[in-house]
C-alpha cells in the first residue's frame, strides 16, 4: 500500500509506479474518530460518494476512485479539487469533532475492491496506536493562522525619529554639498536597513512569545509577499484549545491595536498542520 504519513501532519503518495488502470483505489480525506461505516453523501472530488471505512473505534473517510493520481494542467480544475478535499475534512470534523487531515490525493490501491479495503485496514491496524494518540492531541483544539504586518513607511520613520545615529546622520546630510549628501544618504538608508531588520527580529521574538503562551503548540512558517508597503514579519500556525481562542484574540488585538502593525487572524481550521508531529 503506497501509504506514509509526513512529519508536517500531512500524507502523500511514495514515488509513482507503474499501475493497472483497472486498479482499485481509495481515496482517504481523513481518519476520524467513529466506529460506524455511514455515507457523507456525494460530496467528494468530482461529486464522488464520501462513506467511511471503520477500524475498532476509528475510520477512513473516503471515496472510490481507479489507483491512480489526480492529475491535470488545468490549474483551475486542481484548486477545485483541492478545496473539496478541504471541504470533506471540514464536513468530517463537524460531524466528529476529532479529525486527521491528509493531504490532498492520497490514494490506498489494490487489485480488487476487497482487497483495497483490506489494504486499508491493514494500515490502520498498523497505525491504530499512533492515530490515537495523535487524536488525543487535537482533541477539543483547532488551528488559527496568525501573520502579523507592519508599515514600512511608519517602521522607517520611527527609526529615524529614535536612533541617535540615524538622527544624527541625517541631520549632518542638510548641510553637505549635493556630491558627499549622496554618499551619506546611501550610508544613511543602509543603517535604516540594518536597523529596520534588528527591529523585525525584536518584534518577532516579542510576538510570538505572545501569541505562543495562548496556544497549545505553533508552527513558523515561511513569510508571504504582501502589499506595497508592507512586510510580513510573522506568519504562524496555532494549534489552540477552545477555552483559549478568546484569550488568543484579544492578545492578538493588542498587537493589532500598536502604531504601524496589523494582524490577520484565520480559522478555525481542522489541525493540518499539527497531526504529524504528535
Known amino acids: 500500500m503506497s501509504l506514509r504519513i509526513q512529519q508536517s501532519g500531512k ?19 481523513c481518519i476520524v474518530e ?25 475510520c477512513a473517510v473516503v471515496h472510490n476512485c481507479p489507483a491512480q493520481p489526480y492529475r491535470s494542467d488545468d490549474h483551475e480544475l486542481v484548486e477545485a479539487w483541492v478545496i473539496t478535499h478541504q471541504k470533506v475534512v471540514e ?12 493531504s490532498f490525493d492520497t490514494i490506498v490501491k489494490g487489485e480488487t475492491a476487497d482487497s483495497v479495503e483490506q489494504n486499508l485496514k491493514i494500515w490502520l ?43 544624527k546622520l541625517d541631520e549632518e546630510i542638510k548641510t553637505k554639498p549635493r556630491g558627499l549628501a549622496y554618499m551619506y544618504r546611501q550610508k544613511l538608508e543602509n543603517l535604516i536597513k540594518k536597523g529596520m531588520e534588528t527591529k523585525a527580529d525584536e518584534c ?14 505553533v508552527h513558523v512558517e515561511k513569510t508571504k509577499n504582501t502589499e ?17 481562542c478568546r484569550e488568543l484574540g484579544e492578545e492578538l488585538d493588542s498587537i ?23
Request: aromatic share 12%.
Open 125 to 167: 491496524e498498523q497505525e491504530y496506536q499512533n492515530l490515537k494518540m495523535k487524536m488525543e492531541r487535537v482533541r477539543g483544539k483547532a488551528e488559527y493562522g496568525v501573520q502579523v504586518f507592519w508599515d514600512l513607511r511608519l517602521a522607517a520613520q520611527d527609526l529615524t525619529e529614535t536612533s541617535p545615529e540615524i538622527k
Open 91 to 102: 464536513a468530517a470534523w463537524g460531524r466528529w469533532g476529532v479529525v486527521l487531515p491528509l
Open 34 to 58: 467513529a466506529r460506524e461505516r455511514v455515507s457523507l453523501g456525494e460530496i467528494g472530488i468530482e461529486g464522488k460518494e464520501v462513506y467511511t471505512l471503520p477500524y475498532e473505534d476509528i
Open 11 to 29: 500524507a502523500e503518495r511514495k514515488p509513482a509506479v507503474e499501475t493497472n488502470v483497472k486498479e482499485e483505489g481509495r481515496y482517504l480525506y
Open 228 to 244: 506595497p508597503g508592507w512586510q510580513m514579519i510573522l506568519n504562524l500556525s496555532c494549534l489552540v484549545h477552545k477555552d483559549k
Open 256 to 278: 493589532n491595536q500598536l502604531k504601524g502593525f496589523s494582524v490577520r487572524f484565520t480559522g478555525p481550521w481542522p489541525p493540518y498542520s499539527f497531526v504529524g508531529s504528535a
Open 204 to 217: 518577532f521574538k516579542d510576538f510570538y512569545l505572545r501569541i505562543r503562551k495562548h496556544a497549545h503548540d
